[in-house]
């Protein structure tokens, strides 16, 4: 023992850098993983916040049933419920208005005949709400007199920024002042007048009293949520109740992707590590085999051999993991800190200190101390179990290298037609599975192309470098030695191949979401309800109100949404009639099944549906199916013409079926939601006008042209995807500063043969263009596979999601591509210049002492 | 009772589909303290030979004996111990672990061997200073020249106290004082200290230090001779038996 830790701490302190730079990979894995997953439940939450309050949604609101108000006493009692993340108390009362309390004029009628009027506490509403503001600032809890409206409201009563807003209040009629402005209500309903809670208090003369208790959870897991949900009841008492997001809702399932989005990047911040680790530690102890034959020979047991390179790994695993831990949560306090102005600007977001959980410092322990250990062993065990003639005789290692390849090549080839197999299957699970099993395989098969590899971008780099004539050098080293190549353009590889796979993904989601939302809501005007998707709690129009709209000059089309709640197979879903002519000139929805050009024209059949695919999925019906539709007047049975959706209801078990089949089995006429288009040569600003004539007889409607609401969509989408970039740079940043270190460690090993090139006539340029090409070429074939492997894995991920029901489409990562590209090039030829002028620096006779 | 024994030891490498025969039926008998050379033209065995007898490969056919016990009857931990405690190595290139001293090299096979660390010093200093290294003790291998990265290694070789030195053109790589020095320090202790030594060697003057010569030719014995054991005298005798032989 004592004298394996003495030739550990030996081979440590003679290789002082070799022993530093491996020390930097495992700080490097450590960083990825423990910064990642500290960073991600602050991303998470911010993500969450910021999709919640998109929506003016919070988990759960509570208030008594009979709507009283009570003490302020009780939020303490919910937030000492276990899973409650956070709780904040409102006052949140309706003022009503006189008519013309505004404008004083009796001829026009007052677009605003009621406000409610919000209390809230400014520090803790924001861990429950998010507030975007468009300028001003928002509440402090110092206020008096203060208040925050929405541009709508502005705009509807003429206020501004530091004007003053009258109200009528228990204690007489109040002045307050404009202090900031939200952005215009995407949700109609009363227009809302935020204040501090102790203003609303003293307004309604209630003090310590609130009505409403918004709470968020912590977990989006179904059943967690009504664990959480039945312990607040028992805690508060039965006089409660409590609105709870409900499970099947497009929220939840939005945020639920995001957290799926989130696992999938902690999982690859993990695989990253791991891998940065290990392929470091591999090139280090691989190099070492002849030394360790050379100690088998001289009689040391295999026993003393593994105890060296454990000693050697347990060292620099807990070095490195300790210094990983400390850099991840500083980088974790950094990006937090960088992205923190911004969130807290455009989102009214406070992102807090990073989260280190236990499971999260014992996973980084394992991984920097049981990856580097293990790293170690498996190339110390071979070694150690080849004869001790390698010492000697090097090419009996080669020769066994060569049978080894060819079984890894096999193997891998293996994996990889596996994996692309799965894809045929359809199946989530195995298509998961089979993203793996590629980059095994990949792994497994790169030493062997290695070779030709290195001789057809030798051939590239050889034109670059024409008048040199080391890149014949360049690519012979790399072709000589295809293991230590392939391991460390394996680092590339996998580095690029996780952020491509990464962007893959993000690009999907956010892409995938806009062309859905294109194709639902692409009409000039959309006549939108008070909510959106929950489309049973809305207030419809007669058809009077859309033939109204039909008749007016300029309108092309005019088509409606009719609602209806009912039960597919004992399942709760939602009923939504089209009218299939006029829709599809309007909107359309996406097909995974079926087409327009045929579903549409069944849908004209009696009795006969287009189905969601998440509909499918949890009725496992087909098209061609018949299945039981409740009706109001009993059940039916309905033929599936087609699976596809539409953006709004894309979270929601939907069924669309023809005007005619809802009016007659669930006796619904009432329009939910309107779009409606011009003629191509329509005057737009009169055409605007006369429909909001019209429009002002059906105030439960907002007017929005379609352009404006997917804008206001991608916006809210566009803020809670940074969260994910955020995350994704993590993963960049330390796995390219890792490729560089590997390249650098290939440099430092060969020291000695740099110094023969120069001893036998190699001038400095020479040596330093041959170890430039060197890496160019390993950083082309990484970046390659990389590209390979990461389109592969994206378009998998994408696929795993999509059939798990999520709405996305797999889009190309163009603008991704090509930034990894050049990263990888450029990483490539930064990490060899170091090393490359280092090379070149070499003192002759020193470098042929080295060994 | 021989120290060395062969029979009938053949070496076949199977590399693809050439099959190279290195070493063919080769029986002979090394005796205690006896000074044996290993000469005959590159690629006829030679490093082959010595690596079977060390117990460093596994003969194709045939067997070795170290002592009377052969080697085919031990496991890999058994001939890791024999060779850590009976036989010393010397190589030609790559012989000391580079980030250890001298005196750490030096120690190696009793520190392998669970010596206590200031005990293993002490006798590795010995040995240092027995061929004029005692200055030299701290210095790593990259900080020696050749001949004295030479001598750190027979020291190694001899610090276990075995019985038999095998050597592979230990002065394969030095000049000619240098070479005369570990040929002559190699006949020292096989004379003085009563090992048995056997040296592979290209060089006539390096092999007419030893009490015989083995010559090797296309992995067969074809000559077995005995010289007069007298310091380089011999160096006639060689070079004439090496023409007779067609080298
Ligand atoms: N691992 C191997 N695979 C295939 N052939 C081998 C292997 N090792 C040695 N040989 C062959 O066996 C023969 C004997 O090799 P050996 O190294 O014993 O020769 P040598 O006499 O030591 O030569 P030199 O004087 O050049 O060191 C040679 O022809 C060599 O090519
Ligand atoms: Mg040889």
Redesign the pocket.
């Known amino acids: 023992m004592n004298f394996q830790l003495t030739l550990a701490l030996r081979y440590l302190n003679g290789r002082k850098l070799r022993a530093l730079l491996t020390t930097l990979a495992i700080v490097f894995g450590v960083l990825v993983v423990f910064g990642m997953n500290t960073i991600i439940p602050a991303m998470m939450r911010s993500f969450q916040a910021n999709v919640l309050a998109a929506s003016g949604q919070v988990d759960a609101s509570i208030s008594l049933k009979t709507g009283d108000v009570f003490p302020v006493a009780e939020l303490a009692r919910v937030a000492a419920v276990p899973g409650v993340r956070a709780s904040t108390g409102l006052l949140d009362r309706t003022v009503n208005l006189q008519p013309d309390y505004f404008d004083h004029d009796a001829a026009v009628p007052d677009s605003i005949s009621a406000l409610s009027l919000v209390g809230i506490n400014p520090d803790e509403a924001h861990s429950v709400h998010s507030y975007n503001m468009v300028s001003g600032r928002f509440l402090d809890s110092a206020d008096t007199n203060a208040a925050v409206i929405s541009q709508s409201l502005a705009d509807s009563i003429g206020l501004s920024l530091g004007s003053t807003l009258a109200l009528p209040t228990a204690i007489g009629e109040q002045s307050l002042e404009i202090v900031g402005i939200l952005p215009a209500r995407a949700v109609p309903g009363n227009e809302e007048v935020f204040v501090t809670l102790s203003q609303a208090q003293s307004m309604f003369s209630m003090p310590e009293k609130i009505n409403t208790i918004d709470v968020n959870f912590d977990s989006l897991d179904n059943a967690r949520r009504s664990e959480i949900q039945s312990s607040i009841q028992t805690a508060l008492g039965n006089e409660y109740q409590i609105g709870a997001l409900a499970s099947n809702s497009e929220l939840l399932t939005n945020l639920q992707l995001g957290q799926t989005i989130f696992n999938v990047l902690g999982v690859m911040g993990l695989l990253m590590g791991g891998f940065i680790i290990f392929n470091t530690f591999r090139t280090v102890v691989a190099e070492r085999r002849r030394d360790i034959g050379m100690l088998r020979a001289l009689g040391a047991s295999r026993k003393s051999i593994f105890y060296i390179i454990l000693i050697e790994g347990l060292v620099q695993g807990i070095m490195g993991t300790a210094l990983g831990m400390l850099a991840g949560y500083g980088f974790s306090v950094l990006v937090l800190k960088l992205m923190g102005p911004a969130m807290q600007k455009f989102l009214n977001v406070k992102i807090g200190m990073p989260e280190v959980s236990l499971a999260i410092i014992l996973a980084s322990i394992g991984l920097g101390v049981g990856i580097t250990l293990l790293a170690g062993l498996i190339p110390a065990m071979s070694a150690s179990r080849v004869t001790p003639l390698e010492a000697l005789?090097p090419?009996?290692g080669k020769?066994n290298f060569r049978r080894l390849a060819g079984l890894g090549f096999w193997t891998g080839a293996a994996m990889i037609a596996l994996a692309v197999a799965t894809l045929v299957t359809r199946n989530a699970g195995l298509i998961g599975l089979g993203g793996m099993l590629f980059i095994i395989g990949l792994i497994l098969v790169a030493p062997t192309l290695v070779s030709p590899i290195a001789a057809l971008f030798g051939g590239l780099a050889s034109l670059i470098f024409a008048r040199q004539g080391t890149t014949h050098l360049a690519q012979g080293n790399l072709s000589r030695q295809p293991t230590r190549a392939a391991v460390t353009a394996s680092a590339t590889l996998i580095g690029l191949a996780i952020l491509v796979t990464a962007a893959s993904i993000i690009t999907s989601a956010s892409v995938g979401f806009e062309r859905v939302l294109r194709k639902s809501l692409g009409s000039d005007y959309i006549f939108v309800p008070p909510s959106v998707a929950l489309w049973g709690t809305n207030v419809g129009s007669s058809p009077d109100f859309a033939r109204e709209l039909r008749e007016l000059n300029d309108v092309a089309v005019a088509s409606t949404l009719r609602f209806a709640p009912a039960q597919v197979n004992d399942l709760p879903i939602s009923l939504m009639g089209i009218d299939p002519d006029s829709y599809v000139q309007v909107s359309g929805l996406t097909f995974a099944e079926g087409d327009e050009a045929t579903a549409y024209a069944a849908l004209k059949t009696p009795r006969t549906m287009i189905i969601s695919p998440v509909l499918a999925t949890s009725t496992g019906a087909k098209v061609g199916d018949e299945v039981n539709v409740l009706t109001p007047n009993g059940v039916t049975r309905y033929r599936v013409v087609a699976i596809g959706g539409d953006y709004l209801n894309a979270k929601i078990a939907t069924g669309y079926i023809s005007h005619a089949d809802i009016t007659a089995d669930f006796d619904r006429n009432e329009d939910v939601l309107i779009q409606l288009n011009l003629t191509p040569t329509a005057d737009r600003a009169s055409a605007e006008s006369a429909i909001e004539t019209v429009v002002g007889r059906y105030p439960q409607y907002r007017l929005i042209s379609g352009q404006g609401y997917i804008d206001e969509n991608m916006e809210l989408f566009d803020v809670a995807f940074a969260a994910m970039y955020a995350v994704l740079i993590f993963l960049a940043v330390p796995s390219l500063i890792a490729m560089l270190n590997t390249l650098a460690i290939g440099v430092i090993e060969r020291t000695r043969e740099i110094g023969m090139l120069r001893a036998v006539g190699a001038t400095r340029k020479q040596v330093r263009t041959m170890i430039v090409a060197e890496a160019i070429i390993l950083a082309a074939i990484g970046t390659a596979f990389g590209l390979l492997a990461g389109l592969y894995l994206g378009y998998t991920t994408v696929e795993t999601l999509h059939l798990a029901g999520y709405p996305m489409e797999y889009i190309f990562p163009a603008s991704g591509v090509v930034v990894t590209i050049a990263a990888g090039l450029i990483f490539g030829v930064l990490a060899a210049i170091i090393p490359a002028r280092q090379a070149a620096r070499l003192d002759v006779v020193q470098a042929l002492h080295y060994e | 009772m021989s120290v060395i024994t062969t029979e009938n030891l053949t070496k076949i490498?199977n590399?693809g589909t050439t099959a190279?025969t290195?070493l063919d039926h080769v029986s002979f008998q090394v005796q205690p303290e006896e000074f044996v050379a290993v000469m005959?033209p590159?690629?006829?065995?030679?490093?082959?030979?010595l690596h079977l007898i060390g117990g460093l490969d596994h003969p194709s056919n045939g067997r070795v004996m170290i002592n009377d016990e052969s080697l085919a009857d031990l496991d890999d931990d058994s001939l890791t111990k024999l060779r850590r405690r009976q036989i010393g190595f010397v190589f030609q290139f790559f012989n000391l672990i580079p980030v250890l001293s001298a005196v750490e090299n030096a120690a190696l096979p009793l520190m392998l061997d669970g010596m206590k660390q200031i005990e293993a010093r002490d006798r590795a200093i010995e040995w240092l200073s027995r061929f004029d290294l005692a200055d030299r003790l701290q210095n790593r291998p990259d900080q020696l020249s050749g001949g004295q990265q030479q001598r750190v290694a027979i020291a190694r070789a001899l610090v276990a106290e075995p019985a038999l030195i095998l050597a592979d053109?230990p002065t394969g790589n030095l000049d000619t004082r240098a070479s005369d020095e570990i040929a002559g320090l190699l006949r020292q202790v096989a004379k003085d200290w009563g090992r048995t030594v056997v040296m592979?060697t290209?060089d006539p003057r390096i092999a007419a230090y030893a009490d015989r010569i083995l010559f090797?030719k296309d992995g067969r014995i074809v000559d077995d001779t005995l010289l007069e054991a007298k310091n380089g005298s011999s160096y006639e005798a060689v070079t004439a038996k090496l023409k007779e032989i067609g080298d």
């Open positions: 005789r090419a009996v020769l | 490498y590399s190279v290195a005959g590159s690629g006829c065995g030679k490093s082959t030979l053109e592979v290209h090797l």
